[in-house]
């Protein structure tokens, strides 16, 4: 609805916290409670539309017992190319 | 993250966004009961400052609860927040000229002054819904 103000560049950061969630039957709901950050936070860094802080991103990490570049994968090359 | 941000005794940021509507409304509310009374008759110098400023006190309050809703709001919530204002101040000061503009021509009446809340809590609402959209 409102893309035609923000003007949204190409994700530059994938991440798999939707699957790692799934693989632990966590509801959206759940893992908020265990970062404590809102649901809607949750859902917006699932859906790619908020990019977490390196805290939050650590904490995710930490949750999950992953390293955070298993997690969080950088595609800002391939973000600007498709930019242009 | 910082821990302070968790509700204390059990208050959840419903709560407290609930109280920061309500002292928004108690506020709208004394200013306009407030303007109505100050044109209503003729009041003393003393008396007069009291019924103008009075409605000063609920935004007083609304300040407080809105410092401490957002004490528990988190790391996108805020830049929510820092989104909405920014495009809030945009589309205040758009109103604010295009009113201006219609007055120079006669077109708008002269407009109290002490309604401009009206623009800004409008413009704010407007800007909100935008950019909840964007992180939906």
Do not use: H
């Not at chain 1, 693989?23 to 409670?33: D, H, T, V, Y």
């Not at chain 2, 589309?91 to 708008?108: D, E, F, H, P």
Request: proline share 2%.
């Amino acid at each position: 609805m409102s893309d035609w103000i923000w003007q949204e560049a190409t994700r530059a950061v994938e991440n798999r916290i939707r699957a790692l969630r799934g693989e632990r039957g966590w509801s959206q709901g759940e893992l908020a409670k265990q970062l404590r950050v809102s649901r809607q936070t949750v859902n917006a860094i699932e859906t790619g539309r908020y990019d977490p802080s390196l805290p939050l991103a650590f904490k995710v990490a930490r949750l999950f017992e992953q390293r955070i570049e298993d997690i969080f994968e950088d595609r800002a090359d391939e973000a600007r190319e498709e930019d242009g | 993250m910082d821990e302070r941000r968790q509700p204390e005794r059990g208050e959840s940021c419903r709560q407290r966004s609930r109280a920061v509507l309500a002292w928004s409304l108690l506020a709208a509310g004394a200013l306009i009961v407030s303007s109505m009374l100050i044109v209503s008759r003729e009041w003393g110098t003393g008396l007069g400052l009291v019924i103008a400023l009075a409605p000063v006190l609920p935004f007083v309050g609304m300040f407080f609860a809105l410092r401490r809703s957002m004490a528990l709001l988190d790391e996108m919530q805020r830049k929510m927040q820092l989104e909405a204002l920014a495009l809030c101040v945009v589309l205040a000061s758009v109103i604010c000229v295009v009113v201006g503009q219609l007055q120079k021509l006669g077109i708008a009446s002269e407009l109290d002054l002490s309604m401009g809340w009206v623009a800004i809590a409008g413009s704010y609402i407007a800007a909100y819904l935008l950019v909840k959209a964007r992180y939906r």
